[in-house]
């Protein structure tokens, strides 16, 4: 008898973490916006899904503006290209801001971070992060049809930022690295569309403290 060697498509390993909660700085994470489960790249970060959907995940302290962006996803055989294709095959539509606790974790920290105009305490010294930002444009656009500003804790970091002519088509996943960022308890992302027409796309942050603990 004779066996037929099947070729099946590529399967999208994802699962959930059952890592103890830690009231720890980060040192090193990846919030995958959109994403069906948890999973680690090959340099070792773990990326976690956010909203959680998969199962039980190490909760981080995020805080988004709108609190409920639209969200997309779709099997990473369909990008063109990418950095890391299962972290750029979902994302978050829509988003202005994105606000992640990097310090050390208090009692009532998550709650208190739900509310945008809270104003926290410092609780940690400043430290300074890598900073990695995945995108992809998900839907039919040409250069200049969506346009939009980052800023890194106030500083702007991409002004007119354009998926598509950066990476020269729909469908290719885009990574933008930031060294030096400065920041104590919170690491902010802000996302500015360049007009009413234009909505902001983001699919992952990598957050990677440069001196470790």
Known sequence: T???????????????SKIEPSNAPIQRVGVNFGAPGDRRADDGTLWL?????????????IAL???KPSWFRRHSLRLR????????????????S??????A??????????REDAAPERTDAERTFTVRLHFVEPDDKRPGQRRFDVALNGQTVLKGFDIVAEAGAPAVGVVKTFHGILASDYL???LTPAD????????????????QR
């Open 105 to 114: 974790s208090q009692a009532g920290g998550a709650a208190a971070s739900e």
């Open 196 to 211: 009413a027409q234009s909505e902001t796309i983001l699919c992952g942050i990598e957050i990677v403290a440069e001196v």
């Open 188 to 190: 902010t992302v802000a």
């Open 98 to 103: 994105v606000r992640i606790r990097v310090s």
């Open 65 to 67: 503006t709108p609190e």
């Open 2 to 16: 004779s066996l037929a060697m099947v070729h099946m498509p590529e399967v999208e390993l994802w699962t959930f």
């Open 49 to 61: 899904e956010y909203p959680g959907v998969g199962g039980s995940s190490p909760e981080l302290d």
């Open 81 to 96: 290209g990418g950095d890391i294709r299962w972290v750029e095959a979902s994302g978050a539509r829509g988003l202005r």
